[in-house]
């Protein structure tokens, strides 16, 4: 590994053209991509294979010849790691392999399957009404990232996990800095710290509480905390792993999607007249739009081959899943946003083992959000120039730090 | 005839198989996959598209 030259590689993270949020890798650095796997310079020296290819992506997502484990000696990083404890690590399920990564995912996937993430629906709709009377009665023009996109799923995971809303301001920004690869390695430590305690309270007071309630933390703290089964360190950690998730990716998408549909009126209209289409436009939302768009990290523990590339155990590997689901090869005429197309194929929620585990929420969240906006401001309009957009742009979460909009 | 097998030992409860074939596929209370029982493979193409969207590998196809 120590012999390859990184001078000359191609810088990674690529930016999205600061003029078109819809892009996910510009034409020049796409020039300089040399094959499907090929090696890219991280931002904190060193190098990683980047995988661009839908299949190579799945089967490198899928195979146990990686691991997700960030500590791990020569992992591809895009920020310095902050310095952290064991402790500070607890409970991060996303991080870890094998079977200590699926206990702990385990105790989860029946929250958020489908047919429970159906009963919550009349509360997803509540949810977006009430936000849209709310946006309604203020001024015009409004950002609607801040008025809608980010309260919408942060209310829903509160009220999913048992956190209460009005500690929102503090989780936000908090959750903004872990996202931030520009973040310094202390400012990343201190938010870790911050959540951590505050959700280490809250859980603490569930627990002592006799009736730790109906909701996500309640039910884990009566049913595997107090049974043995999970530590409280653990849970923390879980915890702050679905309310970072939970409201940063749904709000970015909710964001870029009403940017995009602006531009195709037609789908806007079909959202409104049809929403029983709703589930289909969705999926080629995700797919088009793919807001993870810094690839998922990964690094070999044997040698394997992807894509006719040898790469050996040891080496740092990154899934770019915003070039795979452009894959000519898949999709279509992919760089054009279609929502008639099938784009069940998608890898926007990753794949393998530690694919999304909210992603029948993010759906139902998608669907409601984006129909009861289409139905209650149908006139919906941007109030400012698109190419002037502020961008996520050092986000591990790509979208749009403001749209402002009037009806 | 087609069949699916579903390894429960590997699935990790994402949920894709009920999302494309729920007459096929079901999750129990722990979130994991479970065959629907007296609907061998109603729909081949959904059995085969929710085969090749399992995440984890979980869903084999069988048979000829």
Redesign the interface.
């Known amino acids: 590994m120590g012999d390859v030259v990184t001078d000359r590689l191609p810088l990674f993270p690529f930016l999205s053209p600061g003029d078109d949020p819809f892009t996910p890798v510009g034409g020049a650095d796409l020039r300089r991509l040399d094959g499907p796997v090929t090696r890219v310079r991280l931002p904190t020296g060193g190098w990683t294979w980047l995988v661009t290819r839908h299949g190579d992506v799945k089967q490198m997502?899928?195979s146990d010849a990686f691991s997700a484990d960030m500590a791990r000696p020569g992992f591809p990083l895009l920020r310095q790691a902050p310095p952290q404890t064991p402790e500070g690590r607890r409970g991060g399920f996303i991080r870890m392999d094998g079977e200590e990564h699926?206990r702990l995912?385990?105790m989860?996937?029946?929250?958020?399957?489908?047919?429970n993430i159906r009963r919550i629906e009349p509360l997803i709709g509540d949810v977006v009404d009430g936000a849209l009377t709310a946006l309604q009665a203020g001024q015009r023009p409004a950002d609607l990232v801040a008025g809608f996109a980010l309260p919408v799923p942060s209310l829903v995971i509160c009220h999913l996990l048992g956190v209460p809303y009005a500690d929102h301001g503090f989780f936000q920004q908090r959750s903004a800095i872990l996202l931030d690869r520009t973040a310094g390695p202390l400012a990343v430590r201190d938010a870790v710290t911050g959540l951590r305690s505050y959700l280490g309270r809250l859980i603490e007071d569930k627990r002592v509480s006799g009736t730790p309630g109906d909701d996500l933390l309640g039910r884990l703290i009566t049913e595997r905390v107090r049974t043995g089964e999970l530590e409280v360190g653990e849970l923390i950690g879980m915890a702050l792993l679905l309310l970072i998730a939970g409201h940063e990716t749904t709000a970015n998408m909710i964001g870029l999607s009403v940017l995009l549909l602006l531009q195709h009126p037609q789908v806007w209209d079909r959202l409104r007249a049809e929403p029983a289409q709703a589930d289909a436009v969705v999926e080629e939302l995700l797919r088009y739009l793919t807001i993870v768009r810094q690839g998922l990290p990964r690094q070999a523990i044997r040698d394997v081959e992807v894509g006719g590339r040898r790469i050996r155990a040891g080496e740092p590997v990154t899934a770019l899943l915003s070039l795979a689901n452009r894959d000519a090869e898949v999709f279509d005429a992919a760089q054009e946003f279609d929502p008639y197309r099938e784009a069940?194929?998608h890898l926007a929620?990753?794949?393998?083992?530690h694919?999304?585990?909210g992603?029948?929420l993010a759906r139902a969240e998608l669907r409601i959000a984006l129909t009861g906006l289409a139905a209650r401001l149908p006139g919906l309009r941007l109030a400012a120039d698109p190419a002037d957009l502020p961008k996520r742009d050092n986000s591990i979460v790509y979208g749009l730090a403001e749209l402002p909009v009037t009806w | 005839m087609s069949g699916v097998t579903a390894d429960r030992d590997v699935c990790v409860g994402a949920g894709m198989c009920v999302l494309t074939a729920p007459e096929l596929f079901d999750q129990d209370d722990e979130g994991l996959v479970v065959l629907i029982d007296g609907k061998p493979d109603p729909d081949p193409a959904l059995t085969q598209r929710a085969v090749l969207l399992c995440p984890s590998g979980a869903l084999r196809v069988t048979g000829s």
């Open positions: 997502l899928r699926l995912r385990r989860l996937t029946a929250e958020f399957m489908i047919k069940h194929q929620f990753g794949f393998g083992v694919q999304c585990i992603q029948p």
